[in-house]
């Protein structure tokens, strides 16, 4: 990174501070974040997800059964509605309209502020359902991780031990 003349530049899927880490758009699904965004960062030359800012951009408010922007400024960033596959779609737009807005002039950077959080990879164990967990909060798990690991459940008798998985069916295709 030292020998190119700006430096290195990641777009980031989240509103840096909050959620660094390898999957920031499952875990604003699976904490049922209100918002997110689109953070453009030069790299830190040590630390991943630390780097100064250069643009912070919110999401775009979509209607997830039609999938056309809002025009009501009242709208929830992220839709009850919204998948991994929707939210990273927008997400992906936001990032391009940013980097070519960072090619045609780097702004004064800016140091990250605010209370940091972490999004962990995703793990095989956050699909096995589990009874307890209230219906809201799978939902929202399935939501942000079903597209990656397939969720599931274990039922034990006495004999044997039985495997049901609940299959990702996309909401939306091409």
Known sequence: MNACQY???????SLLPLLRGSAPIQHALCREHAETGVTIQRLHPTKFDRGEIAFQEKTVCYNSMSMTRYTDTTCKAIDNADTFQTLSLRLAETSGELLHRLLDSIPPLQAQIGKA????KIEKSMALFDPQIPAREW???YRGIAHQVISHSRVSSSTAQQLYSFPYIPRYSN
Not at 7 to 13: E, T, V
């Open 139 to 141: 939902w929202n798990r």
């Open 7 to 13: 430096g290195g530049w990641n777009a980031h899927p």
């Open 117 to 120: 959080t972490h999004a962990p």
